[in-house]
């Protein structure tokens, strides 16, 4: 009784205590963006993405603080991208977590989710284009949809919603990507913009709103040969803070800081194999939140030139 007692003010303590920017619900950010594909070009990738989290921070200083050991997450996603026209290509994107859990700090136990994330569905639209300057800007526009599992429960104990496989709400995340080349040179650029802006959630158990995020990322990309790309990026991000029932929840949110290399290795038969590895350097949290220490990511991708289908009957019989 007393050990479950113990359980039950952990979980209220932590949800005061935001687990949030280092695992946050729904699916994990996954790309920054790319280049469009060509018409009838379909991209099939998957990808495997690992993330862990044990530092505390409280404003912009790391502090030793004992509500968890550690958090982290597996995810397993799919996504497809098709080139509709030469100016609008159509993406999706699914994914499953293997394991998304956290261990507690002062007592031996961990709690843990798996399942379905979000099914995230969206566009992107190559809207201008200057040959002499070699810079392009491609608006988009993806909205979310939470699918899978939400207000999971362990034993009696509903999980945090850091923890949840799904993030439970709808979701609009419009963005821009602009990418510059450079004459004669192996060197390219590129910037994308983004925001999140999610529906507060009402369940039997829930009543919550994530606050919106928004992100910047500024890749330099070397092409080292016809078959290897290197890549250097710095992502910035900052969430404003939730509200649960209708209150601020002062400790959540913040603004956070990584530096992500990267590179990708073209195979035969148009597969392409791509890792990256995202190292925080700047982090600044409202109150007390535990922060991400690193997230891994590896991916395989093949491109299909699909052929416009012909008519059954000739042109000439008709």
Avoid at 147 to 161: E, K, R, S, T, Y
Avoid at 231 to 241: D, M, P, T, V, Y
Wanted: hydrophobic letters at 35%.
């Amino acid at each position: 009784m007393k050990k479950l007692l113990l359980t039950a003010f952990i979980s209220i303590s932590i949800s005061n205590l935001s687990l949030a920017q280092c695992c946050s619900a729904g699916n994990p950010s996954t790309n920054n963006g790319a280049f469009g594909l060509s018409k009838n070009v379909l991209n099939v990738s998957s990808s495997i993405l690992h993330s862990y989290s044990d530092t505390y921070f409280k404003g912009n200083q790391s502090i030793d603080w004992n509500y968890l050991k550690n958090m982290r997450f597996n995810f397993a996603m799919l996504s497809l991208e098709y080139g509709l026209t030469s100016k609008i290509k159509l993406t999706s994107e699914m994914g499953y977590f293997i394991d998304k859990s956290l261990r507690y700090g002062f007592i031996d136990q961990k709690r843990k989710a798996f399942g379905l994330g979000d099914l995230v569905l969206g566009f992107q639209y190559h809207l201008y284009n200057n040959r002499s300057r070699m810079i392009t800007i491609s608006p988009g526009m993806k909205v979310s949809f939470p699918i899978g599992a939400f207000d999971q429960m362990n034993g009696n104990i509903i999980l945090p919603v850091d923890i949840q496989p799904s993030s439970g709400s709808f979701k609009l995340n419009p963005t821009v990507l602009i990418t510059k080349q450079f004459p004669s040179s192996k060197l390219s650029a590129s910037s994308f913009l983004s925001g999140e802006f999610s529906q507060r959630i009402n369940t039997e158990r829930t009543h919550y709103k994530y606050g919106n995020l928004y992100r910047a990322n500024l890749k330099l990309i070397y092409q080292s040969s016809e078959k290897l790309n290197l890549g250097i990026a710095l992502h910035f991000q900052h969430r404003n803070k939730a509200e649960n029932k209708n209150e601020i929840m002062q400790y959540t949110g913040g603004s956070y800081l990584d530096l992500q290399p990267s590179f990708s290795y073209t195979l035969k038969q148009n597969y392409t194999l791509n890792t990256f590895i995202g190292i925080p350097i700047y982090k600044n949290v409202n109150g007390i939140q535990l922060t991400n220490k690193y997230s891994l990511g590896f991916g395989i991708s093949k491109s299909f030139h699909l052929k416009t289908l012909k008519p059954q009957i000739a042109p000439d019989i008709l």
